[in-house]
């Protein structure tokens, strides 16, 4: 399942801490790396040099051109935070969020992303509110902030320690621990949950619905559509919730055009 786990580093500005990111992941058994618009050549000699031996992981990592392109196909999407923002959010620390994320990613098609900002600027609140949870790594909080590929370090070093706590509990199945109590999906839900792409099409056309019927002025949003993106993001919906919710808003388009 560890390779069910995305990392996607945004607006990377060094390339020794994508080698580094690189290396931390293969040391782990992750794979799958995802740049968003980095701000560097991806594959220059400092990414290889610090990768040591993950160059296959600098090679094969994905480019887009935005944080939803990089998560489209994931189910859950957690942004690493250095330090707290103005909306508060659903935050989990390292080992909790790694201890959620075989159940998480129990249902066929499951996919995690952790998300990783800038050197300097970190993550934007945009790019933060596009995430079900943040994660923060307690740290001096005088001194807060990672290097990168150090935060990439420390999270994937937890997800392989719960991806090795549960072979270990599969080998004894009396001590299995009840994975499913405390996760919105457990390995018997009904239906897959909702994918990021669902989501922002969703979110798309919440705004609209809303701009339509003038509960949502776009010239003056107060935080109305990062606090929908919240509530909704905070109940894991699963897709046929996503599909009722979008026919609900369908009909309200619908009733709308009737009566103009
Ligand atoms: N100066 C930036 C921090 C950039 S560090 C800021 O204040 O936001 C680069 C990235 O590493 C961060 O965006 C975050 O994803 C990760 N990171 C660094 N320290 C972290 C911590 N203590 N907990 C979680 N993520 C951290």
Redesign the pocket.
């Known amino acids: 399942m560890l390779d069910r786990i995305r990392i996607v580093l945004i607006g990377t500005s060094h390339p020794g801490n994508i080698g580094a990111t690189a290396r931390a992941m293969r040391n782990m058994g992750l794979e799958d790396l995802a740049l968003v618009t980095p701000r560097c050549d991806p594959r220059d000699q400092d990414a290889y040099s610090r990768a040591s031996g993950a160059n296959t992981l600098v090679d094969a990592a994905r480019q887009f051109d935005a944080l939803e392109e990089a998560v489209a196909d994931c189910t859950l999407v957690v942004g690493?935070?250095?330090?707290s923002r103005h909306l508060p959010w659903p935050m989990v620390a390292p080992r909790a969020l790694a201890e959620s994320l075989p159940a998480a990613l129990a249902p066929e098609g499951a996919r995690a992303a952790l998300v990783?900002?800038?050197?300097?600027?970190?993550?934007t609140n945009a790019e933060l509110q596009r995430c079900h949870q943040h994660?923060?790594?307690p740290?001096n909080p005088d001194f807060?902030?990672?290097n990168?590929a150090a935060?990439v370090q420390v999270l994937a070093y937890e997800c392989r320690q719960a991806f090795l706590a549960l072979d270990d509990a599969s080998a004894t199945p009396a001590a299995e621990p009840d994975r499913e109590a405390d996760l919105p999906f457990g390995v018997t839900w009904d239906n897959p949950p909702a994918t990021h792409a669902d989501l922002e099409r969703f979110f798309a056309h919440l705004e609209s619905t809303l701009t339509a019927i003038e509960f949502h002025d776009p010239d003056n949003p107060r935080q109305l559509m990062a606090r929908l993106r919240r509530l909704f993001m905070r109940a894991h919906l699963d897709s046929m919730e996503m599909n009722i919710l979008r026919g609900i808003l369908g009909t309200i388009d619908k009733r709308l055009r009737e009566k103009s």
């Open positions: 690493a935070s250095a330090r990783f900002g800038r050197e300097d600027t970190g993550l994660v923060h790594i740290t807060s902030s990672l990168l935060a």
